[in-house]
């Protein structure tokens, strides 16, 4: 049987390239293996605030997956008009999304509602409002590590917040932070990502962590035996978790693995087990004959020199307060033969910068080009070449997540499926 997805957040089309796979007759370069038996029936997409010239993702994911693909509308709205009866989301078996890390806090207990409330705005409201309204069976979830330790006031209280509300909903909850170069990927990237099955049998905490998870088995950990294993317990109001979590803590309770179910939490720091081979920045690269003249470094050369060297000098602020800043260095140029840094939305443009990725190829520096973005993000070459500009391009990378991640877990979860069908 079909898994169906409804994908939000949908960028470029990461997750459903990872689970559902590409293969279009007319673009073979294209193809990439499915996951398992999985069909994306329903997608949003929509950069704030509406302008025609921000929805270049969209167009992206439109141009690739066919027109009428992907709804590009604040999803706020759209869910707001299928309550209304004004339209309708197709049914869907799984849940898929890369969300912001924003402030997640509630403004009403449950006690005084008959649902939750949450900010405006903040895109976690509109996961759970889909989740309220349809229950599907299996949830997946990207978002930067920083979730699990935020705000800065009340370590892992908006992660507490997500919990409690899945937890109300009946769902089991497995984490980790997997940093896709651990496993062999071309990009050293961080991200948490987080599953979540409605009405789960019984877990064995421990062994569900490390064994027989969803994750554990799509990226094998062991724990990192110089730090301890927490347990606590989150409670089923997410207005409770927003003014009682995280208070007076400094570190968050929250490690880079865990599992939850009915409200107990069994959460560890881990290290990644991976023995396979693995893919660096050097293979990604096009030929020197492909790369556009406004793509090598011909002049200004001391600006990224500076910009990318160690500093320690005085500076002042804007209201005379002087103090000294300071900074390590970045590799300038980027070693070929380890995997990238994170790509991040402001590779592109012509301007020095800290943060933009500089190789050297036949001797001469340059930045990389659109489709070694896309390529480090596993995404088919050429991807995003729908006509944007190259700094769209890099913005959409920077935006993307490694597909190869979600495909690895999507392989474990059909063949969960499979089973479960089989039994």
């Not at 309204?133 to 979730?147: A, G, I, Q, S």
Request: hydrophobic share 35%; glycine share 10%; aromatic share 10%.
């Amino acid at each position: 049987m079909t898994i169906r997805i409804a994908e939000l957040f949908a960028g470029v089309g990461g997750f459903r390239l990872g689970l559902d796979g590409y293969h279009d007759a007319a673009h073979p370069e294209f193809d990439m293996k499915p996951a398992g038996d999985f069909k994306t029936v329903w997608a949003n997409q929509w950069e704030p605030n509406g302008q025609e010239s921000k929805q270049f993702a969209w167009r992206c994911y439109e141009k690739r997956f066919g027109e009428g693909s992907c709804v590009n509308e604040d999803i706020a709205v759209v869910l707001q008009e299928v309550k209304d009866g004004k339209r309708s989301i197709p049914e869907f078996d799984m849940l898929v999304g890369g969300f912001p890390c924003q402030d997640y806090s509630v403004a009403k207990p449950l006690a005084l509602a008959s649902g939750i409330e949450g900010k405006k705005g903040v895109l976690w409201w509109s996961i759970n409002e889909l989740l309220e309204m349809r229950h599907p069976k299996y949830v997946l979830l990207e978002n930067v590590d920083r979730l699990l330790k935020s705000p800065s006031s009340q370590r892992g209280r908006d992660f507490a917040i997500i919990l409690s509300c899945l937890y109300r909903l009946g769902y089991s909850v497995e984490w980790h932070v997997i940093n896709a170069a651990e496993y062999g990927m071309p990009q050293r990237r961080r991200r948490v990502y987080i599953y979540a099955e409605l009405d789960a049998p019984k877990w064995d905490m421990e062994d569900r962590l490390f064994h027989s998870g969803v994750e554990a088995r799509a990226f094998p950990i062991v724990a990192d035996g110089r730090f301890g294993v927490e347990r606590f317990c989150i409670e089923k109001d997410p207005y409770e978790m927003t003014h009682t979590f995280g208070k007076g803590v400094k570190v968050s309770q929250f490690k880079d693995a865990g599992v939850m179910q009915d409200g107990e939490v069994f959460t560890c720091r881990a290290t990644p087990v991976y023995s396979g081979k693995h893919s660096v920045l050097g293979d990604k690269l096009v030929s020197i004959g492909e790369v556009p003249s406004e793509f090598f470094i011909e002049d200004n050369l001391s600006s990224w020199e500076y910009l990318k060297g160690g500093k320690k000098e005085q500076r002042t602020a804007r209201n005379g307060y002087e103090y000294t800043y300071s900074e390590g260095p970045v590799a300038f140029p980027d070693a070929l033969d380890k995997p990238s840094r994170t790509i991040l939305t402001g590779e592109g443009g012509r301007g020095a910068s800290r943060t933009k990725h500089v190789v050297e190829q036949n001797g001469r520096l340059r930045r990389l080009v659109p489709d070694e973005l896309d390529q480090l993000q596993m995404f088919p070459r050429g991807w995003t070449d729908t006509g944007m500009t190259d700094g769209h391009r890099a913005f959409c990378m920077g935006n993307a997540l490694v597909t190869g991640i979600p495909h690895r877990i999507g392989v474990v979860i059909a063949a969960d499926a499979d089973v479960s069908r089989s039994e």
